[in-house]
T-cell receptor
Framework: DAGVTQSPTHLIKTRGQQVTLRCSPISGHKSVSWYQQVLGQGPQFIFQYYEKEERGRGNFPDRFSARQFPNYSSELNVNALLLGDSALYLC????????????FGEGSRLTVL | TQLLEQSPQFLSIQEGENLTVYCNSSSVFSSLQWYRQEPGEGPVLLVTVVTGGEVKKLKRLTFQFGDARKDSSLHITAAQPGDTGLYLCAGGDTNAGKSTFGDGTTLTVKP
């Protein structure tokens, strides 16, 4: 079975631009979460979606938004990019009601210049 | 706010040595996960511990969950260069999807 897939793997943007990151979860997983990982730190929770509804949101500004589609794939959007948004964006899928186990994709490396 | 503190932040050892890394919190978690992450990749789940005092073994890796479910340790026996990576602990949420991560321990095993 395919794992979590993310696209694009790498991208470079300039300040003020917008970016859309995409994620397909493991087959059968209905929950998708997004995390931001800055170099030297652990992943920070951004959003969780389950059955197309937002179930949780981390401490991120409104420039960050996400959605989940009927096939459980998800998009993360970031508007008005700042230099500090440069990070590895990780998507994780999971089984809601489980013990918190997350299965991550390889991430999208965003560089903002 | 639940926080997880991991120590040491960096660890460099020779092949064949043993090591222990720690994950501590002031909060109780319903479960705790350990992940290993290699540069440029996403974290990979190693183990989940749920019960206070639980010990799990995965080949040369031994994971322990504290009795109060606030802390955990990872012990590696006879470390190998392939064990090199960032070891992250995370407190799980019973609703799944939301985990609180520590900043990790970067392990380097030199041949």
């Amino acid at each position: 079975d395919a794992g979590v897939t993310q696209s694009p793997t790498h991208l470079i943007k300039t300040r003020g631009q917008q970016v859309t990151l995409r994620c397909s979860p493991i087959s059968g997983h209905k929950s998708v979460s997004w995390y931001q990982q800055v170099l030297g730190q652990g992943p920070q929770f951004i959003f969780q979606y389950y059955e197309k509804e937002e179930r949780g949101r981390g401490n991120f500004p409104d420039r960050f938004s996400a959605r989940q589609f009927p096939n459980y794939s998800s998009e993360l959007n970031v508007n008005a990019l700042l230099l500090g948004d440069s990070a590895l964006y990780l998507c994780a899928s999971s089984l809601l009601g489980g013990t918190g186990e997350l299965f991550f994709g390889e991430g999208s490396r965003l560089t903002v210049l | 706010t639940q926080l997880l503190e991991q120590s040491p932040q960096f660890l460099s050892i020779q092949e064949g040595e043993n090591l222990t890394v720690y994950c501590n919190s002031s909060s109780v978690f319903s479960s705790l996960q350990w992940y290993r992450q290699e540069p440029g990749e996403g974290p990979v789940l190693l183990v989940t511990v749920v019960t206070g005092g639980e010990v799990k073994k995965l080949k040369r890796l031994t994971f322990q969950f504290g009795d109060a479910r606030k802390d955990s340790s990872l012990h590696i026996t006879a470390a190998q260069p392939g064990d090199t990576g960032l070891y992250l602990c995370a407190g799980g949420d019973t609703n799944a999807g939301k985990s609180t991560f520590g900043d990790g321990t970067t392990l380097t095993v030199k041949p």
